[in-house]
């Protein structure tokens, strides 16, 4: 059997799971395409305003218009977000103050974001992070790879300020949590401490399920726009949805005090907002359908691979342990390889900021650093994983994975 005759052969059997895959993509384009009717979308909103950004109609529909999809009190979408790492640290710094505790619910955050916590990093990185500004944080270790809900609930209490839960499994090898596990959590945090601010990391997650976060309990979700709510087309920011006074808190951490979310010219980004915001559904129901044919293919050549490809998913991630630093370099290569742009560029292991170890990064994007677009990386640590991701359209996964396997023969 040759590569395409595997493909092929793997698409008949996945007709189950892609079915599933695209009843979500119906519900939640629907429930998008519902917000943009409600909130009256009109030409005039893909208009900005200069200087202060004072009175940008677009602007305060495009945020009722994330709001209701998230089922949100408030939002507020923006391009001022440098990244999702940003977006999550205006929310932590917006909301805690010194003394307060933050806990976080599945053992230690994404890299990046434990230099935010003061955990990682050099000494000059620290001295800015949440934890020399006095906040006090804890991490509920994991338990076989998974959350630990007995210690959860041991070590919430009314000190407790705000739970983290990271909804993607970042570069670790745990799964990533299903809207249901963070159902969970919430409800073990709110019988605990009913004031507790559970916070949802939304990176990889968003309309994958047909449920979000704040369905489920949290009151704050963070996302960044050119992961899934970008459609692949939004050039750079993110989001923050919740409630109006934790959303309040992070907008004047990424503005200031007395300006919120009312100023910040928008750079005549609005219709890409909107359009991407439109297309997302569509575009991660391809990038999961992608991914589980990733899963099939990697299973059937012999590599461990999470999650399965009949597991229910919760992000667009799928890791592939190979075990050894060469697999790994070259499977990032051939993504690199039959990317749209820098297809020629050969991806090396190199020391990235905010990571601790060389990184591989293949990335051929349009938009710098997105991941909804096809991209693949992994920490050269052991067990040497590739956490491929994206795909703006299902063809391109299925050509890369088609050009992989021959590579194999």
Do not use: W
Request: aromatic fraction near 8%; proline fraction near 4%.
């Amino acid at each position: 059997m040759n590569s395409r005759e595997r493909i092929k052969a793997a698409e008949k059997s996945l007709v189950k799971e892609f079915e599933q895959i695209e009843d979500i993509r119906d519900y939640n384009q629907e429930k998008v395409l519902n917000a943009f009717v409600e909130n009256k979308v009109a030409p005039e909103h893909f208009y900005t305003v200069s200087g202060y950004g004072h009175d940008d109609l677009g602007r305060e529909v495009l945020d009722k218009v994330f709001a209701d999809v998230f089922k949100a009190e408030k939002a507020i979408a923006r391009v001022h977000f440098a990244s999702g790492t940003h977006t999550l640290a205006c929310c932590l710094f917006g909301n805690l103050r010194p003394g307060n505790k933050l806990i976080s619910a599945a053992g230690s955050p994404y890299d990046t974001m434990q230099e935010v916590m003061g955990t990682a990093g050099d000494d000059a990185t620290k001295e800015d992070s949440l934890i020399a500004h006095g906040v006090l944080y804890d991490e509920v270790p994991l338990k076989d790879n998974e959350v630990d809900y007995e210690k959860l609930e041991e070590m919430i209490d009314e000190t407790v300020t705000m739970v983290l839960i990271q909804r993607s499994k970042g570069y670790s090898t745990r799964n990533s949590l299903s809207i249901d596990d963070i159902e969970r959590i919430c409800k073990i945090v709110k019988s605990k401490n009913p004031n507790c601010i559970c916070f949802v990391d939304n990176c990889y997650g968003e309309f994958v399920d047909s449920r979000e976060p704040l369905e489920a309990g949290a009151d704050l979700i963070a996302g960044s726009l050119i992961k899934n709510p970008g459609g692949g087309i939004v050039e750079a920011g993110g989001y923050i949805a919740g409630k109006a006074k934790y959303v309040d808190k992070s907008a004047n951490r990424l503005t200031a005090p007395g300006i919120g979310s009312e100023g910040g010219a928008m750079f005549n980004q609005h219709r890409l907002m909107f359009q991407g915001l439109f297309m997302a559904p569509s575009v991660v129901c391809d990038a999961v359908k992608g991914a589980v044919l990733a899963a099939k293919i990697f299973e059937e050549i012999g590599y461990d691979s999470a999650p399965k490809y009949n597991e229910k998913r919760t992000d667009i991630i799928q890791n592939i342990i190979f075990g050894s630093p060469e697999p790994l370099e070259q499977f990032c290569r051939t993504i690199q390889s039959l990317s749209p742009v820098n297809g020629y560029v050969t991806p090396i292991p190199e020391y990235i900021p905010g990571y601790e170890d060389k990184v591989i990064m293949a990335g051929g994007t349009f938009i710098e650093g997105s991941t909804i677009e096809l991209s693949a990386d992994g920490p050269m640590r052991a067990p040497y994983v590739a956490y491929m991701q994206g795909g703006l359209n299902y063809a391109h996964v299925k050509i890369a994975l088609t050009k992989f396997l021959d590579n194999l023969i």
